[in-house]
C-alpha cells in the first residue's frame, strides 16, 4: 500500500473509543456499542477507498447499527475489519479492557469465518515454533517455557474468565505457571500475549472473528497463532462451508487467516486494559492511547493522542 492507511483507520479507532468512554458505567450494553459503531463508520467512510467490511460478528442483529456493504469516499479497493467496541458490555458496566479495532488489507485478503467459536493459541515470536495445538494445554505452556528460557512457574497464561475454562485453569494451575485471568476482551488479552508485556501466552475458546484481528496484529507484529473452529452440529458446518471453509479439521495460522503483508493494524483503548490505556477526559477535551502497526515494513507506532473538543467537534 503506497498510502499509510493504519493512520487513516486510527482515527477512526480514536473516535469510536471516545465515543464509548463518555458512556462508560452508564450500563447500556447496546446504546455504548451502537454508538461506538456508527461513530466508526462515519469516519471510515471519509477515507478515499472502497472498502468492503468483512468478519463483522453482529451482522444481521436488527436491535445494532449495521455496517453499510461499502465504506470509503471511493477509489481503491480494500478489505476492512473493524471491532468499534471490544468488551462493550464491560464498558457499559464500568469495567476494564474495551478497545476498539481495525484493520485494512488488500482486496479479498482477509479470510471470512464464521460467527462460531474458535479455541486459540497466542505466543510471541520467540515462542512460536514450538507451539502445537492439538497437544494438551499443559504441555505448550512447558514448551513456551523452555524456549523463552524460564521456569514454568514463572510462565503467565492468560485466559477469559469462563466457566468452559474450568478444567483448563485447573490443569495450568496443577503445572505451576501463573494465570492472569481476564473478564473480557479477548482480543487484548492475546496481544499481550504477542508483545510479552503482560503475558507469555493465550490460551482458550473465543469468537472466531476475533482471531481474524489478532492474525492482522501478528502480520504486523510477529508472533504466533493456531486456532481450530469448534463445531457444535452440522449447522455450524454448513455456515462454514459458505465461507469457503471445507475442511472442519483444519488448524489455522496468522497467514491463513490474513493473506497478504499489505496489511495495517490499528487500536484505541476505551477503558484500562491489558493491551493500552483507557481514555483520559480533561478540562477541555481528552487523550488517548493508541497503537498503529503497518505488515510491509513491521514498524509500529504507540501513539498519546490529545483531543480538544473546543476546536473541533469530535462527537
Known amino acids: ?40 463508520i462515519k469516519v471510515l467512510n471519509r477515507v ?23 465504506i470509503g469516499q471511493g477509489g481503491e479497493k480494500f478489505d476492512l475489519m473493524a471491532i468499534p467496541l471490544e468488551a462493550y458490555r464491560s464498558a457499559a458496566d464500568g469495567k476494564n479492557n474495551a478497545s476498539a479495532f481495525a484493520v485494512i488489507a488488500e482486496n479479498k485478503t482477509i479470510q471470512s469465518v464464521p460467527n462460531l ?3 486459540k493459541i497466542v505466543v510471541g515470536a520467540e515462542a512460536g515454533e514450538v507451539i502445537d495445538i492439538n497437544q494438551a494445554p499443559v504441555v505448550n505452556v512447558k514448551r513456551v517455557a523452555r524456549a523463552l528460557k524460564k521456569y514454568t512457574e514463572n510462565v503467565t497464561v492468560c485466559i477469559l474468565n469462563q466457566a468452559r475454562h474450568n478444567k483448563l485453569i485447573h490443569e495450568v494451575r496443577e ?17 499481550s500475549a504477542i508483545t510479552g508485556e503482560k503475558a507469555d501466552i493465550y490460551i482458550g475458546y ?21 486456532g481450530k ?15 469457503g471453509i471445507t475442511d472442519f479439521d483444519k488448524i489455522f495460522h496468522a497467514e491463513d487467516l490474513i493473506k497478504s503483508h ?5 487500536a484505541t483503548g476505551v477503558s484500562d486494559g491489558e493491551f493500552l490505556e483507557g481514555v483520559r477526559f480533561t478540562s477541555n477535551g481528552a487523550q488517548t492511547s493508541s497503537f498503529v502497526a503497518r505488515g510491509e515494513t513491521h514498524t509500529y507506532r504507540q501513539l498519546r493522542t490529545t483531543h480538544f473538543f473546543d476546536y473541533k467537534p469530535v462527537f
Open 1 to 40: 500500500m503506497n498510502t499509510n492507511y493504519g493512520m487513516e483507520i486510527v482515527r477512526a479507532t480514536e473516535i469510536a473509543a471516545l465515543t464509548a468512554a463518555r458512556m462508560q458505567g452508564l450500563g447500556n450494553h447496546t446504546d455504548i456499542l451502537n454508538r461506538a459503531r456508527s461513530s466508526l
Open 48 to 70: 478515499p477507498i472502497d472498502g468492503t467490511i468483512v468478519n463483522d460478528r453482529f451482522t444481521p442483529r436488527t436491535e445494532i447499527v449495521q455496517f453499510p456493504a461499502k
Open 117 to 119: 467459536n474458535m479455541y
Open 175 to 191: 503445572c505451576g505457571a501463573r494465570i492472569k485471568l481476564i473478564e473480557d476482551g479477548e482480543i487484548s488479552g492475546c496481544l
Open 206 to 226: 473465543g469468537f472466531a472473528p476475533d482471531a481474524v484481528m489478532v492474525a492482522a496484529a501478528i502480520s504486523c507484529l510477529g508472533g504466533y497463532f493456531e
Open 229 to 243: 473452529i469448534f463445531y457444535e452440529n452440522d449447522r455450524d458446518r454448513s455456515e462454514s462451508q459458505h465461507h
Open 262 to 266: 499489505k496489511v495495517a493494524f490499528a
